[in-house]
């Protein structure tokens, strides 16, 4: 036994269920607004570089009280405190969670300061400054070839900070194991001014060692020669890198789990993008966000209220996916990089013990940058049978203005910043207020239709509203407030995981589809179909 508690064995859990008949099923914010003025002020969280607006979700302060409860019944503080401590929660790999350590200052009682972080940490940002110095590096490009966690964080966060970014360095990112994606971008580079990070804590994936065995065939049939110089990797298997003829290495620790990687060795090209300082600002940033859900009160500590949200939403109400939609264009691969923290993290149906689990965990996460999304799907979120929180994550200053734009286009773009924010907002207050099938008749419609009548041309442009959101709100996108919004759904993830009484850092998921992968591979050169399900064997043959 793993001495948790699980959450449907507590006391809360079945208060929250008497509760959600009474109040919550029909709970409408429509009217929790009308009878408390002073609802929005409840439900504002101060999180560090991020504000967060709770007051459009279907709660009040009974259900928050409920939650709170729970998370207390479950444990869920001490299990945080285990992790910060260093404890070996993942269990299932008997290893410690510590990325916390990667971003902790020297002295800090969080995540453990550890003397070989600051070690790699040093090396790593030494070096990134002698790549920046492009005039006596002569590199232009860098292309990381990493997947899942070597890859969606710097492929996220790299154009987040577009406005932070060296200049003269173009950033690439291959992940696929599918030719089509390193073709195009060999095609763009010279081997002398081009630099290939192999980013793999395992240095074992398929997919990436595929690609570097590729990139390596390109530089040396483009006139390539200092190998050592061009080809750098980072990885917990130093040796696996040499193996592969790789002497440049910077390392990291079976203790930083691949979606948790970004702040160690595999931030390389984050690093080489944003520099030395800029790095420092976004493990800052999230730090403050450690210190936030370490020490915050439980009913003013955002990841914990968020990750108490996403089980009410989840086992309650039964909503099955959460939307997220970044107002910023930097941004557009959150949804991606989401997709994996927390899917990969919460995907799970055994407790801890193994026991099968009776209620639902990960919800589906998904998005686009909003207004690309209103475009889109947002007509399903407005109109559509299923209701799907959605988040908002809004910037209040953009960075147009520190880079080299001025004068009229600056001022241009300023004005559709002000665009972007007055959609975002009007998104979010049209899915709480819906509108009614009276208030549609009584509005012209905006399309005359011969056959239909009134009535039924009003119920199509009605809209139930009720539909909850969040909105996050930072101040600028910088790499402090990045960093701090990263750890921020960190920590949401671990609080909604620690409440299903899961592993959030194992994965074994993946597990079965590489193995099969493995099997089929000299079957697609052979045809052997010898034990092949029909189906399996009936594609095989049509690829072949
Ligand atoms: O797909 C499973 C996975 O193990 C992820 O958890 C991980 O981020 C990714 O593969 C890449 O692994 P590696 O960094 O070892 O190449």
Redesign the pocket.
């Known amino acids: 036994m793993s001495g948790f508690t699980r959450c449907d064995r507590t006391q809360a859990w079945g208060a929250l269920k008497g509760h959600f008949e009474a109040h919550g099923r029909d709970f409408d914010v429509r009217e929790a607004f009308a009878r408390d003025p002073g609802r929005f002020e409840a439900f504002g969280v101060e999180a560090p570089e991020v504000f967060a607006d709770l007051s459009k979700n279907r709660i009040d302060l009974a259900t928050q009280r409920f939650l709170l409860d729970l998370a207390r019944e479950c444990g869920v503080e001490a299990r945080r405190d285990a992790m910060f401590a260093g404890a070996p929660i993942n269990t299932t790999e008997g290893r410690a969670v510590l990325h916390a350590a990667l971003r902790a200052p020297h002295n800090s009682a969080l995540g453990r300061s550890l003397p070989e972080v600051e070690q790699v940490l040093g090396a790593m940002l030494a070096y990134v400054e002698t790549v920046r110095d492009t005039q006596a590096s002569g590199i232009r490009h860098i292309v990381n070839i ?5 890859d969606l964080g710097p492929q996220m966060v790299v154009p987040a900070l577009d406005a932070f970014a060296h200049p003269g360095l173009t950033l690439h990112f291959v992940s696929n194991v599918d030719g089509h994606d390193i073709t195009p971008v060999l095609r763009k580079l010279k081997a002398s001014e081009t630099l290939f990070i192999i ?7 398929q997919e ?1 060692l595929a690609n570097a065995m590729a990139a390596k065939a390109w530089f040396v049939a483009n006139g390539g020669s200092d190998t050592a110089k061009h080809f750098v990797a980072t990885t917990t298997n130093v040796k696996a890198a040499a193996d592969f003829g790789i002497t440049t290495t910077f390392g990291f620790w079976d203790w930083v789990g ?2 948790y990687s970004l702040w160690s060795a595999i931030g390389l090209p984050i690093a080489l993008a944003i520099g030395a300082d800029n790095f420092r600002a976004l493990l800052d940033g999230a730090h403050a966000m450690d210190e936030h859900f370490a020490h915050a009160p439980a009913s003013k500590n955002l990841p914990l209220l968020l990750g108490l949200l996403d089980v009410w939403y989840r086992n309650f109400h039964g909503f099955t996916s959460r939307s997220v939609a970044p107002y910023h264009q930097g941004l557009k691969r959150l949804p991606a990089y989401l997709q ?1 923290l927390e899917m ?1 993290s919460n995907g799970k149906r055994v407790d801890l013990d193994g026991e099968p689990l009776p209620y639902a965990t990960s919800p589906v996460v998904w998005g686009e940058p909003g207004t690309n999304g209103q475009h889109a799907y947002f007509q399903m979120l407005h109109q559509g049978t299923d209701v799907i929180p959605v988040e908002f994550i809004l910037v209040k200053h953009p960075t147009h203005g520190l880079s080299d734009l001025h004068g009229p286009l600056l001022e241009q773009l300023e004005r559709q910043h002000i665009m972007l924010l007055a959609n975002g907002l009007a998104q979010s207050q049209a899915l709480m207020q819906g509108k009614s099938t009276e208030q549609a008749q009584s509005e012209k419609a905006p399309t005359a239709s011969k056959e239909l009548d009134a009535l039924t041309l009003a119920r199509h442009r009605t809209f139930p509203g009720n539909r909850p959101s969040t909105t996050f709100v930072l101040d600028q996108l910088t790499p402090r407030s990045l960093g701090a919004l990263i750890a921020l759904y960190e920590h949401r993830v671990f609080t909604s995981g620690a409440l299903w009484g899961i592993n959030s850092f194992d ?1 074994w998921g ?1 597990e079965l589809g590489k193995a099969l992968c493995n099997d089929l591979l000299p079957r697609l050169a052979t045809g052997d179909v010898v034990g092949l399900d029909a189906s399996t064997a009936g594609l095989m043959a049509r690829l072949r």
């Open positions: 990493g997947i899942g966690g070597s980013a793999s804590k395992t240095f074992t994936t990436t691949g979606r994996q990969e994965q993946v």
